[in-house]
Nanobody, 127 residues
Framework: QVQLVQSGGGLVQAGDSLRLSCAAS????????MAWFRQAPGKEREFVAG????????YDAESVKGRFTIARDNAENTVYLQMNSLKPEDTAVYYC????????????????????WGQGTQVTVSS
């Protein structure tokens, strides 16, 4: 059974940085594209950043471009989200997700494409 266990998050001030981690077990990590999504209260879950199973391709949502960076360590079965210059509007529950894919550069953006999800981590940015 695939498990994604998240760590990191918390309460920070605007302009601060945080790093989220997501450790995978029970799967061949290198077969999965990985992504981070977030969901703010009263809003739909939205794609934040994604990385292909090889790490060749990454994609960041416009709202976080230049501030957030996704990375993966296939040897450690872990994906990270480095979040810099945080803003109050980044406040949300963040989820990591894994999608079984074939192509080494494939990087889905739709939540429906993801097979496995982490437990969620609260990130709160105060102004």
């Amino acid at each position: 059974q695939v498990q994604l266990v998240q760590s990191g998050g918390g309460l920070v001030q605007a302009g601060d940085s945080l790093r989220l981690s997501c450790a995978a077990s029970g799967c061949t990590f290198s077969s999965c594209a990985m992504a981070w999504f977030r969901q703010a209260p009263g809003k739909e879950r939205e794609f934040v950043a994604g990385i292909s199973r090889s790490g060749i391709s990454t994609y960041d949502a416009e709202s976080v471009k230049g501030r957030f960076t996704i990375a993966r360590d296939n040897a450690e079965n872990t994906v990270y989200l480095q979040m810099n210059s945080l803003k109050p509007e980044d406040t949300a529950v963040y989820y990591c997700a894994a999608a079984l894919v074939v192509g080494i550069a494939t990087m889905p953006r739709g939540a429906e494409r993801y097979n496995y999800w982490g437990q969620g981590t609260q990130v709160t940015v105060s102004s």
